[in-house]
């Protein structure tokens, strides 16, 4: 690989300087061959505007000619063809030559913006450093106000710190497009179920009644309800199937349902669900 953001690769080397360093920074591909015309065309247009771009997005030339392989593997039916990898994966694509305004949008569309970088920083600190968190969160909605990954950030926040009132304010306020977001549901759900719990007894006190009256079955309903909003989903599980087993039609099916809650909330292919899936097939069905 040359010096600095453009070079060539060759089958032996496309692994390295393309899979595997699109996993830190987009990758440009452009498939070219030295008796192309259109191809001399285009390579001085795409290094105009990666040099422009200062290393955020890099640019590899492949010579069909010499790496036929290479060109099998992607399907190159014509050059100059330009495919873009994110994260070892092609993302978008062109064949031909566009005008470099056209390009300077087609590479824009892959770039991080400034909002993306701090909601890759914030993402791992929620855990250990939530107000850090926070802060790059925020930061980043200031650059780009209806900025996906840095609402759902904040809300994901807002929720574990128990900020239940202003997550209701906040998720209120959310863009309609992220209404329809699979993890914006899942957050909804989390909401929902905090909100139910605001005056609700408290969690020893929901154990103790269950110790008191193990028969009673409102009684173990309202633990599993307050063991979902504290994040407590095994055992919320757990204590829902129990009533499934029980009696199916308690309040309506409802700790069957609140379990296909649950399994949203904690994703619905995450082990756990799956084994709570398979108990709760074995009692129906």
């Known amino acids: 690989m040359d010096s600095g953001w453009i070079g060539e690769t060759t089958e032996s080397d496309f692994e390295e300087n393309v899979i595997a360093a699109s996993k830190t920074t987009p990758v440009l591909v452009d498939f070219w061959a030295a008796w192309c015309g259109p191809c001399r065309m285009l ?28 060109a099998g593997r992607y399907r190159i039916q014509g050059i100059p063809a330009v495919k873009a990898f994110v994260d070892g994966h092609i993302v978008d694509e062109f064949v031909g030559v566009l ?34 968190a926070m802060g790059l969160y925020e930061e980043a909605l200031r650059h780009e106000p209806q900025h996906a990954a840095s609402l759902l950030g904040k809300l994901r926040l807002l929720l574990a710190l128990e900020r239940i009132e202003e997550a209701r304010l906040f998720f209120n306020h959310l863009p309609a497009a992220l209404q329809f977001h699979e993890e914006t549901r899942r957050l909804q759900i989390r909401l929902d179920l905090a909100l139910s719990q605001k005056s609700a007894p408290s969690l020893a006190e ?12 409102q009684h173990r309903f309202d633990l599993a309800i307050r063991l979902a909003a504290e994040g407590e989903y095994e055992e919320a599980l757990e204590t829902d199937l129990a009533i499934v087993r029980k009696d199916r039609r308690f309040k309506e099916d409802g700790a069957r349902k609140a379990m296909l809650q649950i399994f949203e909330v904690i994703g619905p292919r995450s082990p756990l669900a799956e084994k709570y899936r398979e108990k709760l097939a074995e009692i129906l069905f």
């Open 43 to 70: 390579t001085p247009i795409l290094e105009r505007v990666v040099n422009g771009y200062q290393g955020k997005v890099r640019l590899v030339k492949v010579n069909t000619d010499e790496n036929p392989s290479l």
């Open 99 to 132: 005008p470099e305004r056209q390009i300077r949008e087609f590479v824009d569309n892959l770039v991080p913006s400034e909002a993306d970088l701090l909601a890759q920083k914030g993402r791992p600190l929620e855990e250990r450093q939530p107000l850090e």
């Open 206 to 217: 929901l154990r103790a009644r269950v110790s008191r009256e193990p028969e009673n079955l």
